[in-house]
C-alpha cells in the first residue's frame, strides 16, 4: 500500500493549492461586498420606514391633497421592494460565508501535518471491529485497487476524499461484514480495510471537514424559512424543499416541493460547485411539474444560491396566494345565504 506520507504529498499538488487561494481571496471579496450590500439596502429600509412613519403620522393634520395617496402607495410599494432585495442580499451573504469558511478548510486539510513519520507502524487487527474506535472528527480516505491493465503488480488510486467521523464509521461497518476482510488500525489512529483486490485508507484529522455545494444553498433557503433535507439515490444526489415553510423531512414529500442539484450532485465541496443549481418542482404524488429558470452563466456559488433560494421562495408566496383565495372562494361558497 501506498505510505501515508506519499498520500499526503500527492495531495499537496501546486494545481491545488494555486485554485484554493484564488478561490479563498474570491469568496472573501464577495464576503465584503455582500456585506456591504446588505448595509446599504438596511440604511434604505430604515429611510423608508421613517418617512412612511412620518406620513402615517401628521396625515390627519393636514387636508386632503392631491397626489398624497399616490405618493403613500409608492412609498409602501418601494418598501416591499426593498424587503424582498433585503432578504437576497442577507441569502447572498449567507452562501457567501459558508464558500469562503469551506475554501478556508480546504486549504487547512491541505496544509494539515503528515501524521508521524511516515515509517511504517506496528497495526492491530481489530476484530470485532467496533464503531467507537473511530472517533476523530474527520478522515481522508483513499481508495486503491490493482491495475488491471497492467501486468505490474502495483496498485492505482480510483478515489481520494474527505469524509465526516458518521461517513467513516458507516464504510468500515460494511466492509467488516464483508468475507475475507480485514479492519486493522496502526498507533496514529490510521485505519486500515484489506480485502481481495482493494485497499482502503483513512487518516485521521481534527480539522473540521470543508462545507458542502449544499450547505450554502441550506444557508441561503434559512433567509427565508426554508429547511433542505438530503437525497438522492444511485450516485445522483440532491435537497429537497417543502413549498411548506420549516416542513419536517417526512412533510417535505408528502406535499409539493423541490428537488435541487448541480448536474447529478448537491453533496461536493463548494469550492468544486460548477454548474448552477437546477430546481425541478414535484406534486405531492411524486409527479414532475416544472423547473425553475436557474441562474445566469457564470455565476458564483453564492449568487447561485441566493437566486434559487429567491425563486424558491418566489413559488411558495404564489402557492399560498392562490390556496388563500381558493379558501376564501370555498368559505364565501360553502356561507349560508342571508335573507
Given at each position: 500500500?501506498?505510505?501515508?506520507?506519499?498520500l499526503?504529498?500527492?495531495?499537496?499538488?501546486?494545481?491545488?493549492?494555486?485554485?484554493?487561494?484564488?478561490?479563498?481571496?474570491?469568496?472573501?471579496?464577495?464576503?465584503?461586498?455582500a456585506?456591504l450590500?446588505?448595509?446599504?439596502?438596511?440604511?434604505?429600509?430604515?429611510?423608508?420606514?421613517?418617512?412612511?412613519?412620518?406620513?402615517?403620522?401628521?396625515?390627519?393634520?393636514?387636508?386632503?391633497?392631491?397626489?398624497?395617496?399616490?405618493?403613500?402607495?409608492?412609498?409602501?410599494?418601494?418598501?416591499?421592494?426593498?424587503?424582498?432585495?433585503h432578504?437576497?442580499?442577507?441569502?447572498?451573504?449567507?452562501?457567501?460565508?459558508?464558500?469562503?469558511?469551506s475554501?478556508?478548510?480546504?486549504?487547512a486539510?491541505?496544509?494539515?501535518?503528515?501524521i508521524?513519520?511516515?515509517?511504517?507502524?506496528?497495526?492491530?487487527?481489530?476484530?470485532?471491529?467496533?464503531?467507537?474506535?473511530?472517533?476523530?472528527?474527520?478522515?481522508?480516505?483513499?481508495?486503491?485497487?490493482?491495475?488491471?491493465?497492467?501486468?505490474?503488480?502495483?496498485?492505482?488510486?480510483?478515489?481520494?476524499?474527505?469524509?465526516?467521523?458518521?461517513?467513516?464509521?458507516?464504510?468500515?461497518?460494511?466492509?467488516?461484514?464483508?468475507?475475507?476482510?480485514?479492519?486493522?488500525?496502526?498507533?496514529?489512529?490510521?485505519?486500515?480495510?484489506?480485502?481481495?483486490?482493494?485497499r482502503?485508507?483513512?487518516?485521521?484529522?481534527?480539522?473540521?471537514?470543508?462545507?458542502?455545494?449544499?450547505?450554502?444553498?441550506?444557508?441561503?433557503?434559512?433567509?427565508?424559512?426554508?429547511?433542505?433535507y438530503?437525497?438522492?439515490?444511485?450516485?445522483?444526489?440532491s435537497?429537497?424543499?417543502?413549498?411548506?415553510?420549516?416542513?419536517?423531512?417526512?412533510?417535505?414529500?408528502?406535499?409539493?416541493?423541490?428537488?435541487?442539484?448541480?448536474?447529478?450532485?448537491?453533496?461536493?465541496?463548494?469550492?468544486?460547485?460548477?454548474?448552477?443549481?437546477?430546481?425541478?418542482?414535484?406534486?405531492?404524488?411524486?409527479?414532475?411539474?416544472?423547473?425553475?429558470?436557474?441562474?445566469?452563466?457564470?455565476?458564483?456559488?453564492?449568487?447561485?444560491?441566493?437566486?434559487?433560494?429567491?425563486?424558491?421562495?418566489?413559488?411558495?408566496?404564489?402557492?399560498?396566494?392562490?390556496?388563500t383565495?381558493d379558501?376564501a372562494?370555498?368559505?364565501?361558497?360553502?356561507?349560508?345565504?342571508?335573507?
Amino acid at each position: 500500500m501506498t505510505t501515508p506520507g506519499r498520500l499526503a504529498q500527492m495531495a499537496r499538488t501546486q494545481t491545488q493549492r494555486i485554485r484554493l487561494d484564488e478561490a479563498a481571496e474570491a469568496t472573501s471579496a464577495e464576503v465584503r461586498d455582500a456585506q456591504l450590500r446588505v448595509q446599504q439596502v438596511d440604511q434604505a429600509l430604515d429611510h423608508n420606514r421613517a418617512q412612511q412613519d412620518k406620513q402615517a403620522k401628521y396625515s390627519a393634520c393636514y387636508p386632503p391633497a392631491e397626489g398624497k395617496e399616490d405618493e403613500r402607495a409608492e412609498l409602501a410599494e418601494a418598501g416591499l421592494r426593498l424587503e424582498r432585495e433585503h432578504q437576497y442580499a442577507s441569502a447572498l451573504l449567507a452562501a457567501a460565508l459558508i464558500a469562503h469558511e469551506s475554501v478556508t478548510r480546504e486549504r487547512a486539510w491541505l496544509d494539515r501535518p503528515a501524521i508521524g513519520t511516515g515509517e511504517p507502524m506496528p497495526v492491530a487487527l481489530l476484530f470485532p471491529f467496533a464503531k467507537q474506535i473511530v472517533d476523530a472528527p474527520g478522515y481522508t480516505i483513499t481508495v486503491l485497487r490493482p491495475n488491471s491493465d497492467s501486468p505490474d503488480p502495483f496498485w492505482h488510486e480510483t478515489y481520494n476524499g474527505t469524509v465526516s467521523r458518521t461517513r467513516a464509521r458507516s464504510i468500515l461497518t460494511a466492509w467488516s461484514r464483508q468475507e475475507q476482510t480485514y479492519i486493522l488500525r496502526d498507533a496514529h489512529g490510521r485505519l486500515y480495510v484489506a480485502a481481495p483486490a482493494l485497499r482502503i485508507e483513512l487518516v485521521p484529522t481534527d480539522i473540521a471537514l470543508p462545507h458542502s455545494e449544499g450547505d450554502a444553498l441550506r444557508a441561503a433557503l434559512a433567509v427565508y424559512g426554508f429547511s433542505a433535507y438530503d437525497g438522492g439515490e444511485g450516485g445522483f444526489t440532491s435537497l429537497a424543499v417543502s413549498l411548506t415553510q420549516e416542513a419536517s423531512e417526512e412533510e417535505t414529500y408528502e406535499g409539493p416541493h423541490f428537488l435541487i442539484s448541480s448536474g447529478e450532485h448537491a453533496d461536493r465541496p463548494a469550492s468544486q460547485h460548477d454548474d448552477v443549481w437546477g430546481a425541478s418542482l414535484y406534486d405531492e404524488q411524486g409527479e414532475y411539474v416544472t423547473t425553475l429558470d436557474g441562474a445566469p452563466a457564470g455565476s458564483t456559488l453564492a449568487e447561485d444560491c441566493a437566486h434559487i433560494a429567491g425563486a424558491v421562495a418566489q413559488v411558495a408566496r404564489r402557492a399560498f396566494r392562490e390556496e388563500t383565495v381558493d379558501f376564501a372562494r370555498s368559505v364565501g361558497k360553502d356561507a349560508p345565504a342571508k335573507d
